[in-house]
């Protein structure tokens, strides 16, 4: 009987942190999920929204075998979103492992991008975010680029 109680409190709480984990999980992903949101659909507000203040992006740039950190304006970028344009920005991503420790989140998406119906580059994403008073947010993304191997 003992071992019985014992087995159900684990249970409990397993189950408990489980569903934790993955109301969190879903957060996250909403959080990310506003930066694509935003992007496809013009919206500078929505992909505001993702980032914290003081974020940073990055992007790593191959060229000619040659290896390098670009940094990138996220106000820029915001710009860019929000600034009229022929072509859609639709970058679709498949969420890959997301790792979540308190306050602290690494999220890693593969990902696609077209330029309207025209497929541009792929890549992966790799996300920092932090919980804070406005919930999770990116305070750090980096990506690559890349034309092959995009299956």
């Known amino acids: ?7 159900a409190l684990f ?21 990310v999920n506003n930066l694509f949101t935003g992007m496809k659909t013009g919206d500078s507000t929505v ?8 974020a940073v992006m990055q992007t790593i740039v191959n060229k000619e ?17 929000g600034t009229p344009h022929k072509d859609q920005y639709d970058e679709r991503i498949v969420f890959s492992k997301i790792l979540i420790d308190g306050p602290l989140a690494l ?21 920092q975010l932090v919980k804070g008073d406005k919930g999770w947010q990116i305070v750090y993304i980096i990506d690559t680029r890349r034309k092959d191997g995009c299956n």
């Not at 397993?14 to 909403?30: C, P, Y």
């Not at 992909?47 to 003081?54: D, L, N």
């Open 1 to 7: 009987m003992k071992g019985t109680v014992i087995f």
């Open 11 to 31: 249970l409990v709480c397993f189950g408990l942190q489980a569903f934790a984990q993955n109301d969190e999980e879903s957060a996250i992903k909403k959080a």
């Open 47 to 54: 992909a505001r929204s993702a980032f914290a203040t003081g």
């Open 65 to 81: 075998g040659k290896v390098s950190v670009r940094n990138e304006s996220v106000d820029n970028f915001i710009k860019l979103i």
């Open 107 to 127: 999220v890693w998406t593969d990902y696609k991008f077209y330029l309207g119906d025209k497929f541009s580059h792929c890549g992966v994403n790799s996300f």
